[in-house]
């Protein structure tokens, strides 16, 4: 975690009427209202330049956050007749706020890592916003400092809006999931303070040797984001009638709208997760230890698209700094589905005839589509990770 420290510093909190409208994308930075106010010392002002560059638009990423504009000057004497907050305040901006996986893999683990080694104090921390109930509940289990949102909060969710104070010192940090040492470690971590880890079951279903178990994750579209496997029905039917010469898969589903320890307590007893590229492939973190998840990748986005954003999520859950960073790890494996088994619509069609006469970038056309997944092709994947735990192959009813 990347910060910058700005001495005997305040904060003013505005009213922020339009939370809704800017997760949906709807206000852009420049028509919102200002969130809040940082006053600082001159002496500071130059110090926080250093981060500027570093805090990214929580909404969209692709944009600098330009915190210069919410900062003005103030001089000792204003400061001693404000709000008194305490020692420090750490401010954070999550990628893609209004999102999943990269509020998990950017800020959740980052922070739970650094709690787990005992690296991080109990101050407060200040987070511009999460949409997602789930991993606000996730980031209070294991924090005991106190938490709340700079910027966007909801009726219902379980913080609230800072306060406005005055610290002696606030740090605007930056951090993301290269400050995470080892992704499975603190995911198991997490799991235990939110009383989901069970380490009998995982142990048992290592030991059962007469099944190999398979997950499929399916997706819940979000917003233009679709990339749902289209015949998860006809994969389970598949998938639990291949069998192994003493062993046979035992295969279910993860649905979207299950309980979030309900997903946990089953992935925990799986050998493989199976899962779209997407977001919920950091799911693969709760798996047991020497599990594998296999991601399913459109072919022409896996060859043309931009290869940091094609691997990003293997960076998400294969992240370790140990001494052998394969060892009691999950394994990753990609599976590049046909560009025939993409599900074209209307927008992906009138897209690709752009593209065509434009001669740009197809990949953009048909990355979010949904699709269909040829069995055989994924039964090839599911054969060689299962030969690793019995060492036979698989084989067909």
């Known amino acids: 975690m990347h910060c910058c420290t700005l001495q005997s510093a305040c904060i003013d909190v505005h009213p922020n009427p339009d939370v809704w409208r800017q997760w949906r994308g709807e206000i852009p930075r420049r028509r919102m209202q200002r969130p809040f106010t940082l006053h600082v010392a001159r002496e500071s002002e130059a110090e926080l330049k250093c981060m500027l560059p570093r805090i990214k638009e929580p909404l969209n990423p692709t944009q600098l956050r330009h915190l210069e504009k919410d900062v003005v000057s103030m001089n000792v004497t204003d400061m001693l007749q404000r709000r008194w907050g305490g020692k420090s305040l750490t401010m954070l901006w999550p990628l893609w706020e209004n999102g999943y996986g990269d509020v998990l893999a950017d800020t ?83 799991d235990t303070a939110m009383g989901w880890r069970n380490r009998l079951t995982e142990r048992a279903a290592w030991q059962e040797m007469s099944k190999v178990r398979v997950v499929f994750v399916s997706r819940q579209p979000h917003g233009a984001h679709h990339r749902r496997i289209m015949n998860e029905d006809s994969l389970l039917k598949s998938c639990n009638a291949a069998t192994f010469h003493d062993t046979r898969l035992v295969c279910s589903l993860v649905s979207a709208g299950m309980q979030m320890g309900k997903k946990v307590n089953l992935l925990q007893t799986a050998d493989v997760m199976v899962s779209g590229w997407g977001g919920d492939t950091i799911h693969a973190l709760h798996l047991r230890r020497n599990a594998a998840v296999i991601e399913i990748v459109n072919e022409l986005f896996a060859t043309e698209g931009p290869q940091s954003w094609v691997r990003q999520h293997k960076r998400w859950i294969t992240r370790s700094l140990g001494q052998d960073a394969s060892n009691g790890k999950i394994t990753y494996h990609s599976l590049r589905n046909a560009f025939n088994n993409t599900i074209i619509g ?52």
């Open 108 to 190: 959740l683990l980052p922070l739970a890592d650094l709690s787990r080694r005992h690296m991080i104090t109990n101050d407060p921390i200040a987070v511009s916003g999460i949409e997602n109930n789930n991993i606000i509940e996730q980031l209070r289990s294991f924090y005991p400092g106190r938490m709340c949102a700079s910027e966007r909060v909801m009726d219902g969710q379980k913080w609230e809006r800072c306060q406005s104070a005055c610290f002696s010192e606030i740090r605007v940090c930056h951090i993301s999931h290269r400050d995470v040492h080892e992704a499975w470690e603190t995911r198991a971590f997490v």
């Open 346 to 397: 209307f927008e992906e069609h009138a897209c690709l005839q752009r593209a065509q006469k434009k001669s740009t970038a197809k990949w953009q056309c048909v990355w979010n589509a949904d699709m269909f997944v040829d069995w055989n092709a994924l039964r090839k994947s599911i054969c060689a990770i299962a030969q690793k735990k019995i060492g036979v192959g698989v084989v067909r009813r």
